[in-house]
C-alpha cells in the first residue's frame, strides 16, 4: 500500500498518483487529492493499483448523480463539479498546443447542451448467470461486467429503450453477448444484439415485440456470424438538418452529443472560412461538416473511406442539390492528391492523420481545421504541422463527454512560411 497525490485525470479516466514508488493508475481519485493506493501489476510498463481511501477530499468533490459510478468507470469524473470537469480538460487542449500557437492566443472553452441525458449512442455488454441477466458496461481497466439498470447520461429515449430490452428481453437471452442502442432521432431508437449463442424462439418472439415498443424503431438479433433477423422500420435511419433529410449509415460514426455536435459544426464552418473558397475535407464520414461547408465553398472535395458512408454523403449531397462538392472513397494513408485548396479540414479517428503534414504540403492550403477526442495526436500531427510552417491561432475546447475525462478540440493552424 502507498500514499500519494493524484496529479491529474487522463482522457480514459485513469487517476495519476504521485507515489514514493513513482506514477500509479487508479480509478476514483480526483485531482488535488492525497488517496491511499494499493499496487497490483504493471501494464505495458506502467504501474496500476486500486484505489483503497480518499484521505484529504478536493474542495470540488460532489456526490455523483449516479449511484453506480465508481464500481461502472464509464464516469470516472462525476464526483468532479462541472466547472472544474472544464478546467480539467481545457488544461488538456493546453498542453496537446503548447508550443504551437501565435502570441496571444488562448483555448476557449465551451460548454453547450446537459452535463446528463446527452448520449445518444451506447454498447453494452450480457450474460446469464444463472437464472438472471447481467447488463452493462465493463468496469473501467477490467472484464468485469457490471449491471446497470439506469445511466444517467443516455438520453431519455435510450434510457427507456434499455429499460424495455431489460423487461421483454432479459429474462429469455442466453450465453453472452453485445448490446447497442442508437438514437436514430429525438423519437427512434435501434436496437441491435449479437449473440454468441443460439436463443429460443421465445427471444426471437419478444424481440419483434420490442420493435413495436416505444421509442424502440427497429431491432436486429444476430447469432455469431449469421444475418440478423430484424424487426420494425427497416428504412435507412434519417436525421434532419435545415428541414432537410440527413442519410446516416447504421453502426457508422456519429457523435454521441447532438447538442454539442450542433456547436461543433457551427465552429468548424467559423473556423475554416469556406465562402467561395476550395475546400479539402479528410475523414468525412456521412457528411457531418461537409454539408455546411460545402453550402460556401466554391469547390469541395470529400475524402472518406468507408464505402456505406461515401454513399450517404453522396446522397445528402445530392438532397441539397450541391454539385460544387464531390466525395472519393479512398484511405487517407495512401491519398495522392495534386490539387491546390484554400483550406484543410480534417476529423480524424483516434489514431489521428500522420500524413497530415505531408498532404499540406500537396495541397499548400491556407489554413487547416483540425477537429479530434484524441490529445495526444493531435498534439502528434499539429507538430508536424508546425515545423513544416504552419501556426495555430485559434484554439476551441468542446465538453462532447461531460462527466469523462474526454474533450473534443478544434485547432486552426494557419501557414506563416511559404
Known sequence: MLEGHVRDVTDAGDSVVETEQGIVLVTGGLPGERVRVRTEQARAGVLRGDLLA????????????????????????????????????KRRVERAVEGLCADGVSVQLEAAGEPVGYRRRARMAFRRVGQGLV??????GSRQLVDVEQCPVLT?????????????????LMGV???????????????????????SAEAYRAAEQLASTTPIAVVALRVGEGAPALFGDQSTPQLARDGLPITV????FSQVNAAVNTRLAQRVL????????????????????????????????????DERAVEACRQNLRVREQKQARVLMADVRQFNVR????????????????????LAQQTRPARVVYISCHMTTLQRDLRALHAAGYVADRVHALDMFPQTGHVEAIVRMRR???
Request: net charge negative; charged share 20%; hydrophobic share 45%.
Open 177 to 199: 453477448g453485445v448490446l447497442e442502442l442508437d438514437g436514430l432521432s429525438a423519437e427512434r431508437v435501434a436496437v441491435s444484439i449479437s449473440c454468441e449463442s443460439a436463443q
Open 416 to 418: 506563416v512560411v511559404s
Open 270 to 305: 467559423e473556423l475554416a472560412e469556406p465562402q467561395a473558397a476550395r475546400v479539402l475535407e479528410l475523414y468525412a464520414g456521412h457528411g457531418n461538416f461537409t454539408l455546411e461547408l460545402a453550402a460556401h465553398a466554391a469547390q469541395l472535395l470529400a475524402v472518406e473511406a
Open 54 to 89: 480518499v484521505l484529504t477530499p478536493a474542495s470540488d468533490r460532489i456526490e455523483p448523480v449516479c449511484r453506480i459510478t465508481e464500481r461502472c468507470g464509464g464516469c470516472p469524473v462525476m464526483s468532479l463539479q462541472l466547472e472544474s470537469q472544464w478546467q480539467l480538460k
Open 249 to 252: 449509415p447504421r453502426h457508422g
Open 339 to 358: 490539387e491546390r485548396f484554400d483550406v484543410l479540414v480534417l476529423d480524424p479517428p483516434r489514431g489521428g492523420c500522420p500524413a497530415l503534414a505531408t
Open 156 to 172: 431519455p429515449e435510450l434510457d427507456a429503450a434499455l429499460a424495455h430490452v431489460r423487461t421483454l428481453l432479459g429474462p429469455l
Open 135 to 140: 447488463l452493462g458496461y465493463h468496469a473501467h
